[in-house]
């Protein structure tokens, strides 16, 4: 089961983050949309009701799912580039996942706003200087500090993370 569930494993931040690194995980960024899109267009709404893993959400809540993730990510960005310190705001990812939107609406809304989304965050990440990259916030869990570096790594890492839940489904189900 943690195989299902943490298909790549789980996010280990280098203790030393290179400018390699940061321009790696922005090219998982900004290859995104494309590849989740292509991976998900030709799916049916029976297969987009299918979770990904026994108990797991469905591909469908798993698409809505990045682009909310995504969504909030990209505003703690700029929270720590413009803000001391910020306390950013968690929020209840299982509970949006169970809104009327995250398990009915069409996937393609969520991958129009990823790709947008995704255009911004990539131009934005690609500008910033090494200064910026120390610049942090603190989450409310432990009251850890995470840098805008490390989030960068958070992030692509989550991408390719959900991406192989639902490349996994669709493997295990021969949809392909």
């Known amino acids: ?15 030393e983050i290179t400018r390699s690194h ?10 995104l949309p494309e590849r989740l ?20 959400w469905t591909i469908r809540q798993v698409v809505h799912h990045v682009a909310d993730s995504h969504h909030n990510s990209y505003t703690r960005f700029k929270w720590a580039l413009t803000e001391d310190k ?9 509970e949006w996942s169970k809104l ?16 947008a989304l995704h255009a ?18 603190l989450h409310p869990e432990g009251n850890t500090i995470v840098t805008v570096a490390e989030n960068i790594g958070k992030y692509a890492w989550h991408s390719n993370h959900h991406y192989a839940h639902i490349e996994g ?8």
């Open 1 to 15: 089961m943690e195989k299902l569930r943490y298909p790549i494993g789980q996010f280990e931040c280098p203790k």
């Open 22 to 31: 940061i321009d790696d995980w922005i090219a998982v960024l900004e290859t």
């Open 37 to 56: 899109e292509a991976l998900v267009k030709n799916l049916s709404a029976e297969q987009l009701e299918t979770p990904y893993r026994p108990e797991g």
């Open 86 to 94: 910020p306390l950013i705001k968690a929020y209840e990812e299982k």
């Open 100 to 115: 009327f939107d995250a398990r009915t609406a069409p996937i393609q809304l969520s991958l129009n706003y990823i790709t």
């Open 120 to 137: 911004k965050l990539v131009y934005l990440l690609k500008g910033l200087s090494e200064e910026d990259l120390k610049k942090y916030y």
């Open 169 to 176: 489904a669709v493997q295990r189900e021969a949809w392909v």
